[in-house]
């Protein structure tokens, strides 16, 4: 059974940073991208970043690019979001993916979501 599971996520001020984690088991998912996405209050799922095995190409949103950084350790089947520069607008659910492409836009083959972790920033 394939889990992923999100840590990190709290409070914070606005122009403070976070680290979110999400450890993958059940499986490797060594053939396709992890990644993040977010869900603000009455807004639709957005996609953040995504990290790509091998070679762990990295992709961003424009809204976040320069700010956060995604990174991965294979061998652990984890991956993490460190999110610097924080402002309101980055209040959301943080929800951690696998087996993700690229098709026009990134989605999960087979639906591979974690459970989330919740982001506030303050202003």
């Known amino acids: 059974q394939v889990r992923l599971v999100e840590s990190g996520g709290g409070l914070v001020q606005a122009g403070g940073s976070l680290r979110l984690s999400c450890a993958a088991s059940?499986?490797?998912?060594?053939?396709?991208?992890m990644g993040w996405f977010r869900q603000a209050p009455g807004k639709e799922r957005e996609f953040v970043a995504a990290?790509?095995?091998?070679?762990?190409?990295?992709y961003y949103s424009d809204s976040v690019k320069g700010r956060f950084t995604i990174s991965g350790d294979n061998a652990k089947n984890t991956i993490y979001l460190q999110l610097e520069d924080l402002n309101p607008e980055d209040t959301a659910v943080y929800y951690c993916?696998?087996?993700?492409?690229?098709?026009?836009?990134?989605?999960?083959?087979?639906?591979?979501w974690g459970q989330g972790t919740q982001v506030t920033v303050s202003s």
């Open positions: 990290i790509g095995w091998p070679g762990s190409t990295t």
């Open positions: 993916a696998a087996d993700l492409i690229f098709r026009g836009s990134w989605f999960s083959r087979h639906d591979y």
């Open positions: 059940g499986r490797t998912f060594s053939d396709y991208a």
